[in-house]
């Protein structure tokens, strides 16, 4: 298998007043072309500092990241991000956020009514296309994800980046969109991180699950090699012997052999903390 | 059925009929104000016969309804004596070109004193002109400390030093200055004009600086990582995602700069003389008739209504470019 996306020995410390904290600790990690990789692990771990570390928004302290042989140092259209909470911007219709991102990188190589066609196919690709002339305030939050979805794939990144892009919605709507993103993977092939809480998620949807230990110093605990053969389908696969192995084997990780014993009093502070991560880690940094 | 003619009345307006429940909703709106002036009126009246000055009683609302209409009057008289003055000379100037077709006529502006409408025609104008200019320097470096940690750090002492200056310290100053520097064979505006502006400016800075700065410093970090991811150039960064995200602060900006400014500014006329209705309230103080307290008092009322006014037109002026239209501005 030859690396497409490489992460080696990546370590990461934050400045905090009692000295640098590690937060993640020599992190290896080939992923392919192709690939759909998950992230998981418990609140806290650090799982959102990888993926921005991937992304270029963090800088690994030791260690770093190739990306086709080339060394990631600063965010790019080609790492393209779907945020957990959508970050659309609030004052541009659904065309108008994806065009923002379509006319930074297509710039000088498609002409006007190239662009159009393109923030159009991607809004159809996520079943956006009757909703071009809305605001994010004017739609579902499901349909929000849909265009920070088309935002992202509009870049036609080398890898597409997700933090947990439906933790906040609701299961069915959840559910629509997981099968959303395996079609579009299998149309298009993108090579994917993905970063979720959700154990059916990362089985239903990845290649290889990586499961990652508590932090602080987190590590790559054990990888999971999802071998089911796609399409896959849920209803179908319920009931299939292998996936229940497969999220046995994930269960068995995150609560077995890395059960996070938390107060009741502090679970739901380390939430918050953790959904405000990427906040709260780039102010330090 | 029914739901068909529901949304036909909420598309059309003109099939619009009030429920009981919206008459009582208006009528309340309407009715506190009201209840509330009266008494307001009421209390007015009765202190106003007990308070006696050397010029005579304190005007009561009748006095100052009185006075208000003598100051139109007089405005219109003032403007029929300019219409005949002009009148005159033209006539006269006609006589002259028949008896001698190369003489060199010229009519002379007249020169009467500018009326109470006159000089809020002028305050108006000043307030303006001061309040755009100290907007077009306050936005950008509200924006540029907003972006930069360093600028900030830098800058915001001298912010908090001179944000508290009360206008009437700077305006000697700006008087002297705008002599020695403002000269000019054929000024397009008066030194008093200029001075005003520049110390309108000065004090009315501060307000939008400070939010534009704090709006700006404020934007969210998804917002910001977005940018980031989409490498956007400094000036789409800034027009695309700064500005609008940090909008509504820098509005609560501009409106408290232009009631600092309306407010300066009244004081800097009646100080520095120059014209507008600061001088007005200030030469009639001087001038001490039995009708100068009226006349002050419309002054007052004149002043506290263009304000009110301004600060509208401002709120009108984010709502139309607000592009949260849920948001509840008041």
Request: overall charge neutral; charged content about 20%; some cysteine.
């Amino acid at each position: 298998m030859k690396s497409y996306l490489q992460l080696s020995e990546v370590s990461i410390d934050f400045p905090t007043p009692k000295g640098p904290y590690r937060a993640l600790d020599k992190i290896s990690l080939d992923i392919a072309q192709g690939e759909f990789v998950s992230l998981i692990g418990h609140s806290g771990c650090g799982k959102s500092t990888v993926l921005n570390i991937v992304a270029g928004l963090h800088q690994a302290t030791e260690g770093g990241v190739l990306l086709e042989d080339r060394e990631v140092n600063a965010p790019g259209p080609e790492r393209a991000v779907v945020f957990q909470n959508h970050s659309l911007l609030p004052w541009l219709t659904a065309y108008q956020n994806v065009e923002l991102a379509v006319k930074r990188v297509f710039k000088g190589q498609k002409s006007k009514a190239e662009m159009k066609d393109w923030i159009i196919h991607n809004l159809t690709l996520v079943n956006m296309e009757h909703a071009l002339d809305k605001r994010p305030d004017e739609i579902s939050g499901g349909m929000k994800q849909r265009v920070g979805i088309a935002r992202a794939l509009a870049m036609e990144p080398k890898v597409l980046l997700m933090d947990e892009p439906f933790g906040a919605l609701d299961a069915l709507t959840r559910a629509q969109l997981q099968d959303s993103i395996m079609e579009i993977h299998a149309d298009l092939g993108n090579t994917v991180i993905m970063i979720t809480h959700d154990v059916d998620e990362a089985v239903l949807l990845s290649d290889r699950i990586v499961m990652m230990t508590n932090g602080p110093a987190a590590s790559i605990g054990e990888i999971l090699q999802i071998d089911l053969e796609r399409p896959r389908k849920r209803v179908e696969l319920s009931g299939d012997a292998r996936y229940n192995h497969f999220r046995h084997e994930v269960l068995a990780f995150l609560y077995d052999r890395q059960r996070k014993v938390e107060e009741i009093g502090t679970s739901k502070k380390s939430r918050e903390t953790s959904s405000s991560s990427t906040t709260c880690h780039a102010k330090q940094a | 059925m029914k739901a068909l003619t529901l949304s036909n009345i909420s598309q059309n307006p003109s099939h619009f009929r009030p429920t009981p429940a919206q008459l009582s909703k208006l009528g309340r709106a309407l009715l506190l104000p009201l209840i509330a002036t009266s008494l307001f009126l009421f209390l007015w009246y009765n202190a106003a016969k007990m308070i006696d000055t050397s010029l005579g009683q304190f005007p009561g609302p009748v006095e100052v309804w009185e006075q208000s209409g003598n100051l139109v009057t007089e405005h219109r008289q003032e403007r029929q004596r300019e219409v005949a003055f002009i009148e005159r000379q033209e006539v006269r100037n006609a006589q002259i070109l028949s008896t001698n077709p190369q003489a060199d006529v010229q009519i002379r502006p007249y020169t009467g004193k500018p009326t109470f409408i006159d000089q809020i025609g002028t305050s108006l104008m000043t307030v303006l002109a001061g309040f755009f200019l100290a907007s077009l320097i306050a936005i950008p470096l509200g924006i540029l400390i907003g972006l930069n940690e360093s600028v900030y750090t830098a800058v915001n002492p001298l912010i908090q030093l001179f944000k508290p200056v009360s206008p009437l310290a700077w305006l000697p100053l700006v008087t002297m200055v705008v002599s020695a520097v403002y000269v000019s064979q054929d000024p397009a505006f008066s030194k008093s004009f200029i001075t005003s502006m520049l110390t309108v400016m000065l004090c009315c800075l501060w307000p939008t600086v400070i939010n534009t700065a704090v709006g700006v410093s404020n934007v969210s970090k998804d917002l910001l990582n977005v940018s980031q991811v989409l490498r956007l150039p400094v000036m789409t960064h800034v027009f695309k995602i700064i500005v609008p995200a940090s909008l509504p602060l820098m509005f609560t900006g501009l409106r408290l700069s232009l009631g600092i400014a309306w407010m300066v500014l009244i004081a800097a006329e009646m100080l520095a003389q120059s014209p507008g209705l600061g001088k007005f309230v200030w030469d009639e103080f001087q001038n001490g008739s039995s009708n100068s307290l009226g006349r002050i008092m419309v002054a007052v009322l004149v002043i506290g209504f263009i304000g009110f006014l301004l600060d509208r037109s401002m709120l009108f002026l984010q709502k139309s470019v607000s592009w949260d239209k849920t948001a509840v501005l008041r």
